[in-house]
């Protein structure tokens, strides 16, 4: 702890993988002990900090911080998103990282773990200087990575605007036409559903989740929070099985709209226009825009938090409990505090943390990797059904390692043990490295 005491939400990751896998711990202490498994577990293979120094519209050199954290490789080459956004340091990649292992392993596909970005802010950027910025971010990050080595993607605030400079820039310098990076054009090597891939994925277990309660999506009213690639997706699903989306929020405020999300509308004003939801509030008679953040404040079935870490607080779990929500399945990358994940468990809320529910963004792209070996490209319902057979079968698997271990329904306990096995074995085989 006191070694990355300044890394909070690196310690708050650990704290909950360690805390969950205690009794496969207890039962291999010896052997963990001696190989300093969970030691060499938590600390990165290596970590790369460079300068990412650009030039604006305005004639001026503007200096950004970029990173690379290539956590794990004992299943496969590291792999894992770039964030671009203001809030990013070394502690936020590292716990991204983190996650990233088990949640590759969890997929069922040669991935290992690793993640990178920059505290660069794309918002509010012209086309050219985001490309000033994606250029000068590969001409240091191609030294790292490639297409057996480490493989990176999109995350917040990295689309397939900012993958393409990207890609364009690494053939540049390194001559080399190969899958470098994922979530590309489909022009040049991406794969269909790849866009899709987090949100559909999400609503795939969600969905398999409510079934094995003897549920459905059917007339459920579900909230989500973010208006990304993630949310729009998730929306979109939910929306196809039958269900009733009525929020959604991004950075500054939030929509309420009783009538049910406009995907089309939403699409339109984040992913054309990049613009506020104040827009989609003022085109759409229905919608109600509140400022700040609230939408778990909202009666819901279903909750799905698809924005970002830490968005989801404890009193938010007491008012959703509350409310009678069922089930909550996260889009984003850990947004529900450690105490508040409790609360709901504790409360008998169904509860699928993002490693496990999230998982399809990864396992898609790792289609796509395979897509690029086989120099082939498959449609788009091929690709749709293999990443709805990997999503339900995560669901059982954790489901299957949480009751193994005596603590059925608990699907934290289920995603970290499952992904963690198959890691600690190869490790283990692996020997001292
Ligand atoms: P996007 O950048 O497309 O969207 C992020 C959304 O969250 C935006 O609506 C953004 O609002 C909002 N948001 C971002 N930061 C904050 C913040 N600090 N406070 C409040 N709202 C915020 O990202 P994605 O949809 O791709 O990613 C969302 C989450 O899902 C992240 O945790 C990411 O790591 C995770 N994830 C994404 C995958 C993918 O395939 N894209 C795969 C697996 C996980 P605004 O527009 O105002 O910034």
Not at 184 to 198: D, F, I, V
Not at 306 to 312: D, F, I, S, V, Y
Not at 373 to 391: H, N, Y
Not at 395 to 402: E, S
């Amino acid at each position: 702890k006191a070694k990355n005491a300044s890394e909070p939400e690196f310690l708050q990751a650990v704290e909950e993988v360690l805390e969950s896998l205690r009794p496969v711990i207890e039962a291999n202490e010896e052997t963990y002990r001696k190989e300093a498994l969970l030691e060499r577990l938590t600390e990165p293979d290596r970590q790369f900090k460079f300068r990412v120094p650009w030039v604006d519209d305005k004639g001026q050199v503007q200096v950004n911080t970029g990173y690379r954290v290539q956590f794990n490789n004992a299943i496969g080459p590291y792999k894992g998103g770039l964030r671009l956004h203001p809030s990013v340091n070394i502690g936020i990649i590292k716990f991204l990282g983190f996650e990233q292992i088990f949640k590759n392993s969890l997929t069922g596909l040669p991935i290992g773990g690793g993640k990178g970005g920059s505290d660069f802010d794309p918002k509010g950027k012209s086309d050219r200087e985001v490309m000033a910025f994606c250029q000068s971010f590969m001409t240091e990050l191609c030294k790292y990575i490639g297409a057996d080595v480490d493989v990176p993607a999109g995350d917040i605030g990295t689309g397939a605007r900012e993958i393409g400079y990207m890609f364009g820039q690494y053939k540049r310098i390194r001559g080399m036409y190969e899958g470098v990076l994922t979530g590309k054009g489909l022009t040049y090597g991406g794969s269909l559903a790849r866009t899709e891939a987090t949100g559909y994925g999400l609503l795939y277990i969600t969905e398999e989740l409510m079934k094995c309660h003897g549920e459905s999506m059917e007339g459920k009213t579900v909230v989500v929070s973010g208006a990304g690639n993630v949310a729009i997706y998730a929306i979109q699903k939910a929306q196809q099985m039958g269900a009733k989306v009525v929020t959604c929020s991004d950075s500054t405020g939030w929509i309420y709209d009783p009538e049910g999300i406009d995907v089309a509308l939403l699409k339109e004003v984040k992913e054309v226009k990049r613009a506020r939801l104040t827009e989609y509030a003022a085109a759409r008679k229905s919608a109600e825009y509140h400022e700040g953040r609230g939408v778990w404040s909202v009666k819901c079935d279903i909750a799905l938090p698809c924005a970002t870490q830490n968005e989801l607080l404890i009193d938010d779990a007491k008012t959703l409990v509350a409310n009678g929500c069922k089930a909550v399945c996260e889009g984003a990358n850990m947004p529900t505090t450690l105490d508040a994940t409790k609360y709901l468990q504790d409360n008998g809320v169904w509860f699928i943390c993002g490693k496990a529910s999230n998982a399809g963004g990864v396992a898609t792209s790792a289609l796509e990797m395979t897509q690029n070996s086989e120099r082939l490209s498959w449609t788009f319902e091929e690709v749709d059904a293999k990443l709805k057979d990997i999503m339900v079968n995560i669901y059982h698997n954790i489901d299957d390692a949480a009751k193994r271990y005596g603590h059925e329904g608990n699907y934290v306990m289920g995603a970290n043990i499952a992904g963690f096995e198959k890691v600690a074995k190869a490790m283990l085989a692996q020997g001292v490295c």
